[in-house]
């Protein structure tokens, strides 16, 4: 195999680099629809509902799985 890179940085950057981005660009256009389409109210809920739970999400994670 003639590559610059190793598997592994390769696959991280197309899987972690390229799929955050794709995933935060998807969440943004849903923001930016429910803006224009549902009013301030509803594209502010979402965010804020979205934001929190992956946080709180992530915190129980890491309590369920703690050493």
């Given at each position: 195999?003639?590559?610059i890179?190793?598997?592994?940085?390769?696959?991280?950057?197309?899987?972690?680099?390229?799929?955050?981005?794709?995933?935060?660009?998807?969440?943004?256009?849903?923001?930016?629809?429910?803006?224009?389409?549902?009013?301030k109210v509803?594209?502010?809920?979402?965010?804020?509902?979205?934001?929190?739970l992956?946080?709180?999400?992530?915190?129980?994670?890491?309590?369920?799985f703690?050493?």
């Amino acid at each position: 195999q003639n590559t610059i890179l190793s598997d592994d940085i390769r696959l991280f950057l197309t899987v972690g680099i390229l799929g955050g981005f794709t995933t935060f660009s998807a969440f943004s256009i849903d923001v930016m629809l429910l803006y224009q389409n549902n009013g301030k109210v509803i594209a502010f809920i979402y965010l804020l509902l979205s934001v929190m739970l992956s946080i709180i999400a992530v915190f129980a994670g890491m309590t369920i799985f703690k050493n």
